[in-house]
């Protein structure tokens, strides 16, 4: 994944999503088979944290259909949300007769990639000011997006189990972690990462981090 798709993770992961499925929604209303929309819909949601993660990281999605027929979907410089949004709107529309199931296959940097959101999770701390310039004190990220107290993930099961969650204003945390800026917002703040032993590195005097920043070697 080059600089150029980072940045545009960056602006647009979160919008994706809720683009889809208005996307999703609309097309299916052109059709009387509601049922294929609604089921449509809901797996969007069921699937969607597995999708968005594998188009983050770069990742390859093993696809199959109800035929027991298994294909791959390459993920470096493909669009997987792409991919998958126009194989649901086929389905609405009658062109495909039953959705795919899709799975991301495990590669060399899988356990290096949780390795990294482990360490950023714990040790990030974001603070700065409101727009009324009251100071906000170091946050972890979990404090400020209202996620769970942050716990080691070991294996991508876990990871998807983790990114499913629901924060407490109701999103998914992967949809919160998209764009992670100060005290939950998408605001710029001064970015450090704390060491175990209470040393610390500058990491944005004034700034936001992506998705794919949590997966990368920040200390």
């Given at each position: ?20 499925l ?5 097309y ?13 819909l809901k797996y ?19 696809c ?34 039953s ?5 991301i ?70 949809y919160?972690l998209?764009?992670v ?11 450090t ?27």
């Amino acid at each position: 994944m080059n600089a150029v798709e980072k940045n545009k993770l960056k602006i647009i992961l979160v919008i994706t999503s809720i683009l889809t499925l208005v996307f999703i929604a609309i097309y299916g209303k052109e059709y009387v088979d509601e049922r294929r929309r609604d089921n449509a819909l809901k797996y969007y949601n069921e699937i969607s944290t597995v999708v968005i993660l594998a188009d983050t990281l770069g990742m390859d999605l093993e696809c199959s259909n109800n035929k027991g027929n298994t294909w791959v979907i390459k993920g470096n410089n493909t669009s997987l949300i792409d991919i998958v949004t126009q194989d649901i709107a086929d389905y609405i529309s009658g062109e495909k007769q039953s959705l795919y199931s899709y799975k991301i296959i495990e590669n060399e940097n899988t356990l290096k990639y949780i390795k990294n959101f482990n360490n950023n999770m714990k040790h990030i701390r974001i603070s700065g000011e409101n727009g009324a310039g009251i100071p906000i004190p170091p946050k972890t990220i979990s404090e400020g997006e209202g996620m769970e107290e942050f716990k080691d993930i070991s294996n991508l099961e876990e990871l998807l189990t983790y990114m499913h969650k629901i924060t407490k204003n109701g999103e998914y945390y992967l949809y919160a972690l998209s764009v992670v800026g100060l005290d939950g917002s998408g605001h710029n703040g001064k970015i450090t990462y704390v060491s175990d032993n209470g040393e610390e590195k500058i990491l944005k005097d004034s700034g936001r981090l992506s998705l794919f920043d949590l997966f990368e070697k920040l200390e």
